[in-house]
C-alpha cells in the first residue's frame, strides 16, 4: 500500500524500519506513547528517557518538515535543552539576539532589550529555523540512546484510533507494512494545532480567529542589517500593512509582511507577487527566495490538558499568534513540565501530579494568549476605535517617551510563574520576588559556570549560607543538596536571598521553585516534598 | 481615589480651550486628537485604580444607545 507524504521533508531522520510489536499476537504495552515527533513530542521523549521511562514516539513521516517555521528560541527554552543536552549546539548554529527596535513610516519610535542583566549562560533568544531545532533534539535522543536511554521512535507510524480501556490506551497505527496496535499506559498528543488524537476524542478547541493574513518570505542573501528584530508599523516601503524582519542562520533573512483580511491567496504566493513587495523593501532584488508561507492564525486553548490518561502538549492544546515567539517555547515547557510528573506517576506517585500539569500549563497557556491576544490586537485593530487608539499611541510615540511603552508588536515569551500552584509551599523567605514559590529559577554564575546546569534533573536543596543535609528523601522522591557560598557568588546572593542573610529552595525537577525558607527546617522541607509530589495538595 | 468635586479653576476657560483646539479639524482629524489627549492625561494620572474608575464613570454616564 502507498503511504504518501504530506509535505517535503527537510531531514529525513527516523526511516520506517518494522518492529516485532507488528507481528505480536496482542498489543505490545508501552509506559508512554507521544504521538507527533516535533519540537514538543521529541523533547518530551528525550526528557523521559534520560529519567529512564521508556518511551515511544510515533509520527507519521520519517523527519522534519520544510521551511522555517518555529525561529525564536527563548532563555527558557534553551535552558531546558541545556539540561536534556541539546543547547549549546543550537546556541552555536543559531543567531544570538535579544534587543528589538520599532519603526512608524522611516522613524525609529520604540527600542527594548529582552535581557538587560548579566550573569545568564544562555542569551534572551536565538533565532533557529524549526528543522535544526528538531535535528538537535534527535541528535540528543541518539546519543542518549546510546547510552541506553530507552526511546524509540517510529517513523512512518500514524495513530489511526485511540481507544482509552480505562487501565490504558490501545493505538490503532498504520504503517507500509500495514496496521497494528499497541498499548500505553499514558498517551501524549504532540500532533500540532490540528491534532488528529483530539479530533479522534472529539474533545473541543475554541478561541478566537484573528481576520489577518501575514506572508513569510525566508530571503537568502548577504546583508548588513543588525542581529536585533526590526518591526515596522505602516512601513515607508508599503510592503504590507506592517513588516517584521529577522536575521537566520546560513545567510537567510525572515521577512513578515501584513496582507490584511481580503487577499487572494494564490496569487500572493506566487513568486513575482513576493519580490514584488521584498524588492521595495529591499531597493533591490538580489537574493533569492528560500520558503514562502501565508498564515493566518487563532487564539485558542482546549479546556484542560489532561483526559484520564490522554495528556495534550503543545500546540494540540494550545494555540497563539506567532507575535511574541510563544508558541514551541510553550510547547517546550509543556514536555518540561509533564516529563518529570509523568516518570513519577508511573514510578507510583500520585495521579494529582498530572492534574497540575494541567493547572500550571493551563495558567501558562492562558498568559500567552492573553499576551498574544493584545499584541494581535494593536498590530489588527478591529474596530475602528480601536485603529484611531493605535494611531495616536503611534503619532505620541515619536516625541512622547511616555507612550512608547504602549507599543505593543509582540511582548516576547518569558517563562510563566505557576502562582497559586498547588504544588507550591507557602513562601516563608523575605527575598526577591523573581525567585518565589511557582518560579522558574533564575541563572546566575556559579564557580567557572552556571547555577542551572548544577541543578541537574531531580530535585535539588539549594542551600544558600546555611546547612542541610545531602540528601533528603521523602513521597518517592530524593532532594540532592547544593550549597553554595554566597559570598563567592555574588548574582547567586542579589537573585535569591536580596537582604535575606541565608536561605534553603526547595526546586522540583523542572527547576521551578517550590518552596523557600531562612533556614533547613526538617518538618517543613518534607511536607513541602510531598506536596510536590502530588501529596497533600494544598 | 477619582476626584469627583469641581477641580479646574476657569472651567468656562477651559471649556473654551478644549473647544478651541478642535477648531478647523474635520472629524476624523477631532476623534484622533480627542485619542492622544485621552493617553496624554491617563498617563499624567498613572494611577491604575483612578483610570479604571474614570473609565467606567465615562461609560455609565453615556446616553443609552437608541435601539432599532
Known amino acids: 500500500m502507498t503511504f504518501a507524504d504530506r509535505y517535503p521533508l527537510a531531514f529525513r531522520l527516523y526511516p520506517y524500519a518494522r518492529v516485532p510489536d507488528q507481528d505480536a499476537a496482542t498489543p505490545v504495552?508501552?509506559?508512554?506513547?507521544?504521538?507527533?515527533a516535533g519540537p514538543v513530542g521529541l523533547s518530551l521523549a528525550l526528557d523521559l528517557g534520560l529519567r529512564g521511562t521508556p518511551v515511544v514516539v510515533l509520527d507519521d513521516h520519517e523527519g522534519v518538515g520544510l521551511g522555517s517555521r518555529a525561529l525564536c528560541f527563548a532563555k527558557r527554552t534553551l535552558e531546558i535543552m541545556d539540561r536534556l543536552g541539546a543547547g549549546r549546539a543550537m546556541v552555536e548554529k543559531?543567531?544570538?539576539w535579544q534587543k528589538g527596535r520599532v519603526f512608524r513610516d522611516r522613524d525609529e519610535i520604540f527600542d527594548f532589550d529582552l535581557l538587560p542583566e548579566a550573569g545568564h549562560e544562555y542569551p534572551a533568544f536565538i533565532n533557529l529555523q524549526q528543522p535544526h531545532f528538531e535535528r538537535f533534539v534527535m541528535e540528543a535522543i541518539v546519543r542518549a540512546q546510546a547510552g541506553g536511554a530507552p526511546i524509540e521512535v517510529r517513523g512512518k507510524n500514524r495513530v489511526d484510533g485511540v481507544t482509552d480501556t480505562g487501565d490504558g490506551v490501545l493505538l490503532d497505527l498504520m504503517t507500509p507494512d500495514g496496521p497494528y496496535r499497541i498499548a500505553a499506559d499514558y498517551v501524549v498528543a504532540c500532533d500540532g494545532a490540528r491534532s488528529p488524537v483530539r479530533g479522534m476524542l472529539g474533545l473541543g478547541f475554541e478561541g478566537r480567529v484573528f481576520e489577518d493574513n501575514f506572508l513569510i518570505a525566508d530571503v537568502k542573501m548577504t546583508?548588513?542589517?543588525?542581529?536585533?528584530?526590526?518591526?515596522?508599523?505602516?512601513?515607508?516601503?508599503?510592503?504590507?500593512?506592517?513588516?517584521?524582519?529577522h536575521k537566520q542562520p546560513d545567510d537567510i533573512w525572515r521577512i513578515d509582511f501584513q496582507l490584511g483580511w481580503d487577499i487572494d491567496r494564490e496569487k500572493e504566493l506566487r513568486p513575482e507577487s513576493i519580490r514584488a513587495r521584498v524588492d521595495q523593501m529591499l531597493g533591490h532584488s538580489d537574493y533569492e527566495l528560500d520558503w514562502c508561507s501565508i498564515y493566518t492564525?487563532?487564539?485558542?486553548?482546549?479546556?484542560?490538558?489532561?483526559?484520564?490518561?490522554?495528556?495534550?502538549?503543545?500546540?494540540?492544546?494550545?494555540?497563539?499568534s506567532p507575535f511574541g515567539a510563544r508558541g514551541a517555547n510553550s510547547g517546550v515547557q509543556d514536555a518540561d513540565n509533564l516529563s518529570w510528573k509523568l516518570a513519577a506517576v508511573l514510578g507510583g506517585a500520585p495521579e494529582a501530579l498530572l492534574d497540575s500539569y494541567d493547572a500550571e500549563r493551563v495558567q501558562a497557556a492562558d498568559e500567552n494568549i492573553l499576551n498574544s491576544s493584545r499584541s494581535t490586537d494593536f498590530l489588527t485593530p478591529k474596530t475602528e476605535v480601536s485603529r484611531l487608539f493605535r494611531n495616536a499611541v503611534l503619532d505620541l510615540a515619536r516625541d512622547h517617551a511616555f507612550a512608547r511603552p504602549l507599543i505593543n508588536s509582540g511582548r516576547l515569551s518569558v517563562p510563566c510563574v505557576y502562582d497559586g500552584s498547588p504544588l507550591n509551599s507557602p513562601d516563608a523567605l523575605d527575598a526577591p520576588a523573581r525567585s518565589r514559590p511557582g518560579a522558574p529559577c533564575p541563572d546566575a554564575p556559579l564557580g567557572d559556570g552556571f547555577l542551572l546546569p548544577a541543578l541537574g534533573h531531580?530535585?535539588?536543596?539549594l542551600a544558600l549560607g546555611c546547612d542541610a543535609p545531602d540528601t533528603l528523601a521523602?513521597?518517592?522522591?530524593?532532594?540532592?543538596?547544593?550549597?553554595?557560598?554566597?559570598?563567592?557568588?555574588?548574582?547567586?546572593?542579589?537573585?535569591?536571598l536580596g537582604a535575606a542573610p541565608a536561605g534553603l529552595y526547595l526546586i522540583r525537577p523542572d527547576q521551578h521553585v517550590?518552596?523557600?525558607?531562612?533556614?533547613?527546617?526538617?518538618t517543613a522541607i518534607r511536607a513541602a516534598m510531598r506536596r510536590a509530589m502530588g501529596h497533600d495538595a494544598c | 481615589m477619582l476626584t469627583e468635586r469641581p477641580n479646574i479653576p476657569d472651567p468656562d476657560g477651559f471649556y473654551a480651550e478644549l473647544l478651541g483646539v478642535h477648531e478647523g479639524l474635520s472629524p476624523d482629524e477631532s476623534h484622533s486628537l480627542n485619542a492622544r489627549?485621552?493617553?496624554?492625561?491617563?498617563?499624567?494620572?498613572?494611577?491604575?485604580?483612578?483610570?479604571?474608575?474614570?473609565?467606567?464613570?465615562?461609560r455609565s454616564s453615556g446616553r443609552p444607545a437608541v435601539s432599532g
Open chain 1, 514 to 522: 517550590a518552596g523557600r525558607w531562612p533556614a533547613f527546617d526538617e
Open chain 1, 223 to 245: 546583508a548588513d542589517f543588525p542581529t536585533e528584530r526590526w518591526f515596522w508599523f505602516e512601513p515607508w516601503f508599503k510592503s504590507g500593512d506592517s513588516a517584521l524582519l
Open chain 1, 297 to 320: 492564525f487563532q487564539c485558542r486553548r482546549m479546556q484542560s490538558f489532561r483526559h484520564g490518561r490522554i495528556l495534550f502538549a503543545g500546540d494540540s492544546a494550545h494555540q497563539v
Open chain 1, 29 to 36: 504495552r508501552h509506559p508512554v506513547a507521544i504521538v507527533g
Open chain 1, 458 to 461: 531531580g530535585f535539588t536543596l
Open chain 2, 37 to 58: 489627549l485621552i493617553l496624554i492625561l491617563a498617563n499624567h494620572i498613572g494611577d491604575r485604580a483612578v483610570l479604571s474608575a474614570a473609565l467606567a464613570a465615562a
Open chain 1, 94 to 96: 543559531g543567531i544570538v
Open chain 1, 474 to 496: 521523602e513521597a518517592g522522591a530524593t532532594a540532592r543538596r547544593l550549597s553554595v557560598d554566597v559570598t563567592e557568588a555574588p548574582l547567586i546572593r542579589e537573585r535569591y
